[in-house]
């Protein structure tokens, strides 16, 4: 048991998440003081420019440039990750575990990459290696499934896993704006990361939903064996024939669990969601998760996936439930592990759906008929079927919904139709996304 009063935390990495947590840390000090019995002093941080100004300004001599100083510093008893990136961070974080330090981190590519390692080099040093602000910013998904929900298993978790994406496709359908339109709005709002690949290809929220598979079903999926789709193709045209089908698109992760077949699939791509779905109402910046348990049955959380104060809040909750540990209170339990024997990733024939399919093709009698002709080849059969033309490029548009198919037939048949006389590009296809389709019978 811990018998300092006084616990010092350092922060490295001093942009927006770590200057909200040094603010909230301080600005609290009574009530963690109140509740922990011990005071919470952030003490030291690190940045990559000791010029830069900086929206929440400290005393000058409490940063540094060099972060290693800080998880080396006898005085720091907690070491916050903030600083993004892989390599670097994870050096750090293996630093501060062999000097017996806990880490909270809200580096979910780090997580996703090294996780494995890093929970097990905690775990044999006998510290903490703490995560919640590593998904879905201020929404408590991590400790949710680690403690409130344990009792279940989880046939299907899915939802909105990143703020900017959301926002972007919010403004599309509410205001008719176009992708790039409201792309540059999100850019001078700040809310596109430096590598806009991460928001807008889905790699972020693939990030998120690989943590996200691991906690449910404890196995790390290889990004490589996941479908990871982003926004980029959704066009106003699509926005509209999914209100015509009563459904909203998003960009969404799934993650489904079939327990007869011993098989998990992770995905990330826009789709077609049920407009009376809670995750199809989530909105702008918003993220919403939801989880299928076998004991409780749905239960969705949505709140501000990103931002200072949401994420701050994660990490600070992090070094609460580090410093309780840390005293001797009840850890979470411990993470669970499978062995590829008995839990595999799912084959792509195995993952079934239905799907959205928007083609270009030359206004010309017989092109619906060979599109059809295309898919019946690879035994997918069409539920609904629409044809516009274009006067003026004297193309025609063509959006198609399919009856259930599997991934690897409608893969097969994007590559044939990609090659069929007179369409002019690259299919766009999208999920159709029923919740009441992926549970287990």
């Avoid at 409490?62 to 993004?84: A, K, R, W």
Wanted: aromatic content about 6%; some cysteine; overall charge negative.
């Amino acid at each position: 048991m811990n018998e300092k009063k006084v616990l010092r935390v350092g922060i490295l990495g001093f942009g927006t998440v770590g200057q909200g947590t040094w603010k909230h840390l301080v600005e609290n000090e009574k009530a963690w003081e109140r509740i922990l019995g011990v005071q919470l002093i952030p003490t030291r941080a690190s940045v990559r420019s000791l010029s830069k100004k900086r929206a929440f300004a400290i005393d000058p001599t409490c940063i540094t440039t060099d972060s290693l100083s800080i998880v080396e510093d006898p005085d720091i008893d907690i070491v916050c990750e903030l600083i993004g990136g892989i390599e670097e961070a994870k050096k750090l974080t293996l630093r501060a575990f062999s000097m017996g330090k806990s880490v909270i981190t809200a580096n979910k590519a780090l997580i996703c990459d090294h996780g494995d390692e890093l929970f097990k080099a905690a775990e044999t040093a006998g510290v903490r290696y703490a995560f919640e602000a590593s998904v879905a910013g201020g929404i408590p998904i991590i400790k949710v499934l680690r403690e409130s929900l344990v009792a279940n298993e989880f046939p299907l978790i899915y939802g909105i896993m990143n703020g900017t994406s959301n926002y972007i496709l919010t403004r599309m359908e509410n205001e008719g704006a176009t992708f790039d339109d409201v792309l540059g709005d999100a850019r001078e709002l700040g809310y596109v990361e430096a590598d806009e690949a991460l928001d807008l290809d889905g790699v972020d929220a693939a990030h998120k939903a690989v943590i996200l598979g691991y906690l449910a079903h404890g196995m790390w999926i290889d990004l490589k064996d996941t479908t990871v789709e982003g926004i980029r193709r959704i066009s106003n045209e699509d926005l509209a024939a999914a209100r015509d089908l009563n459904c909203k698109i998003k960009l969404i992760g799934v993650i489904r669990r079939s327990f007869e077949q011993n098989y998990v699939s992770v995905g990330v791509y826009p789709a077609l969601v049920p407009i009376n779905e809670i995750i199809a109402q989530t909105d702008g910046v918003f993220n919403g998760i939801s989880l299928t348990g076998t004991v409780v049955g749905t239960v969705v959380l949505t709140g501000r996936g990103a931002g200072q104060d949401p994420t701050a809040g994660s990490v600070i909750s992090d070094i609460v439930d580090v410093v309780k540990g840390m005293q001797g209170s009840a850890l979470p339990p411990k993470l669970l592990h499978v062995t590829p024997d008995e839990c595999k990733p799912a084959p792509s024939q195995e993952i079934s759906g239905c799907f959205y399919l928007r083609l270009s093709v030359d206004d010309r009698p017989g092109k619906l008929a060979k599109v059809a002709e295309n898919l019946a080849v690879h035994g997918i059969s069409l539920a609904t079927v629409s044809q516009t033309p274009d006067e003026k490029s004297e193309s025609a548009s063509i959006i198609l919904t399919t009856h259930q198919t599997n991934e690897h037939s409608i893969g097969l048949a994007i590559d044939s139709l990609e090659q069929l006389d007179g369409v002019k590009e690259k299919p766009v296809l999208f999920r159709m996304f029923d919740p009441n389709c992926y549970k287990e019978e």
